[in-house]
């Protein structure tokens, strides 16, 4: 069966992801839909072909571009990332709303059967904006991410929500096998989005230092607005940082031999945890919510009582058990739904 994933996941001009955690979990389901006997390809509306990836990606030009490729496939599989949200609330009619419509649109019209897997819901206020996520979903079967998730898109949706989980896990045992253990663990990540980062000061830097030696910045989003280049310029000049040029297993491998990952971005979040690296969640996102509730995660509003709490307070083996038990409640329930989700996409096509 050939089947298309439509995502947030876009390629830059270098070749390298735009957003390392969208295109870590584009890999990640890609690669289970190859392995449950799926031709898998990657529609990517970015500038370039991927470098550094082994899943298949088609550049896509647009709305014709992608109604082309959707004619050549069994199935459409929508996810993951937080994809039913009003990410451009000043424009009318652009951003995920839209990608969303435009690819319900297209999978009606051609009867593709639809599966929206893994997704993140964000609250979306904006009638315009809702009236396109819910044409996208009208022929649609949906699993979410997590059960708030599966409340707000029972408003978009005909059929029942279900709930999966974030298609990230599926690199889980990949990820385990380069955790290093605990006696080799040195340094700290800072994974902050473009909101957050503005907020680290050489202070911050220097106490992080002076706890964990080298502290490293990992800056998720690679393109024009980067979280590496929201930061103040004497920050960034004393970080070692990683502001772009790589893919996501780069990111992975940095943190893998860390005693600690302070982030704001969710899937730096997920690559800590699957790499049984300690993390400390900053910010009040209601993606970032849904994470630390599931994971047992410690959270931080502000940047500076993260440094504070990540110096004070290291994980113990406590928290540690808790989230590893976290962890496999939420890959089996990924798995079981995938099964279904896969069943439902072979009966229909």
Same mark, same amino acid.
């Given at each position: #069966?050939?089947?298309?994933?439509?995502?947030? /996941?876009?390629?830059?001009?270098?070749?390298? $992801?735009?957003?390392?955690?969208?295109?870590?979990?584009?890999?990640?389901?890609?690669?289970?839909?190859?392995?449950?006997? &799926?031709?898998?390809?990657?529609?990517? +509306?970015?500038?370039?072909?991927?470098? /550094?990836?082994?899943?298949?990606?088609?550049?896509?030009?647009?709305?014709?571009?992608?109604?082309?490729?959707?004619?050549?496939?069994?199935?459409?599989?929508?996810?993951?990332?937080?994809?039913?949200?009003?990410?451009?609330?000043?424009?009318?009619?652009?951003?995920?709303?839209?990608? #969303?419509?435009?690819?319900?649109?297209?999978?009606?019209?051609?009867? !593709?059967?639809?599966?929206?897997?893994?997704?993140?819901?964000?609250?979306?206020?904006?009638?315009?904006?809702?009236?396109?996520?819910?044409?996208?979903?009208?022929?649609?079967?949906?699993?979410?991410?997590? $059960?708030?998730?599966?409340?707000?898109?029972?408003?978009?949706? %005909?059929? $029942?929500?279900?709930?999966?989980?974030?298609?990230?896990? +599926?690199?889980? $045992?990949?990820?385990?096998?380069?955790?290093?253990?605990?006696?080799?663990?040195?340094?700290?990540?800072?994974?902050?989005?473009? %909101? &957050?980062?503005?907020?680290?000061?050489?202070?911050?830097?220097?106490?992080?230092?002076?706890?964990?030696?080298?502290?490293?910045?990992?800056? #998720?989003?690679?393109?024009?607005?980067?979280?590496?280049?929201?930061?103040?310029?004497?920050?960034?000049?004393?970080?070692?940082?990683?502001?772009?040029? &790589?893919?996501?297993?780069?990111?992975?491998?940095?943190?893998? /031999?860390? @005693?600690?990952?302070?982030?704001?971005?969710?899937?730096?979040?997920?690559?800590?945890?699957?790499?049984?690296?300690?993390?400390?969640?900053?910010?009040?996102?209601? %993606?970032?919510?849904?994470? !630390?509730?599931?994971?047992?995660?410690?959270? @931080?509003?502000?940047?500076?009582?993260?440094?504070?709490?990540?110096?004070?307070?290291?994980?113990?083996?406590?928290?540690?058990?808790?989230?590893?038990?976290?962890?496999?409640?939420?890959?089996?329930?990924?798995?079981?739904?995938? @099964? @279904? #989700?896969?069943?439902?996409?072979?009966?229909?096509?």
């Amino acid at each position: #069966m050939r089947t298309l994933i439509v995502s947030a /996941d876009r390629t830059l001009a270098s070749g390298h $992801p735009q957003n390392l955690g969208d295109a870590f979990l584009t890999d990640a389901l890609s690669e289970r839909l190859r392995r449950a006997g &799926h031709e898998t390809v990657i529609a990517d +509306f970015g500038q370039a072909g991927r470098l /550094d990836s082994t899943e298949q990606r088609a550049r896509v030009s647009g709305v014709r571009a992608l109604a082309d490729l959707v004619r050549q496939v069994d199935a459409v599989v929508v996810g993951g990332g937080t994809l039913l949200a009003d990410d451009q609330p000043t424009r009318p009619f652009a951003g995920l709303p839209r990608l #969303m419509a435009v690819t319900g649109l297209i999978a009606r019209t051609s009867r !593709t059967p639809l599966a929206v897997f893994g997704v993140g819901a964000d609250p979306v206020t904006r009638r315009r904006a809702r009236l396109a996520l819910r044409s996208g979903l009208d022929a649609a079967r949906v699993w979410t991410r997590d $059960p708030d998730s599966a409340g707000r898109a029972a408003g978009y949706s %005909k059929a $029942p929500v279900e709930v999966a989980a974030d298609v990230s896990l +599926f690199a889980a $045992p990949e990820l385990a096998e380069l955790a290093a253990p605990a006696d080799r663990r040195r340094g700290a990540v800072v994974a902050l989005n473009a %909101k &957050h980062s503005p907020q680290v000061t050489l202070a911050h830097v220097q106490a992080l230092e002076e706890r964990f030696g080298e502290v490293v910045f990992v800056s #998720m989003d690679q393109g024009d607005d980067s979280d590496a280049g929201a930061l103040a310029p004497e920050v960034r000049d004393r970080l070692t940082t990683e502001p772009g040029d &790589h893919g996501w297993r780069r990111a992975a491998g940095i943190m893998a /031999d860390r @005693e600690v990952v302070v982030a704001s971005r969710m899937h730096a979040m997920y690559l800590g945890t699957m790499l049984s690296t300690p993390v400390l969640a900053v910010g009040g996102a209601t %993606k970032v919510g849904a994470f !630390t509730t599931e994971f047992g995660t410690r959270t @931080e509003p502000a940047f500076d009582r993260a440094v504070r709490t990540a110096i004070a307070a290291p994980a113990d083996a406590g928290a540690a058990s808790t989230t590893a038990a976290a962890l496999v409640a939420a890959t089996a329930r990924l798995d079981a739904a995938f @099964e @279904e #989700m896969t069943s439902w996409v072979r009966r229909t096509a």
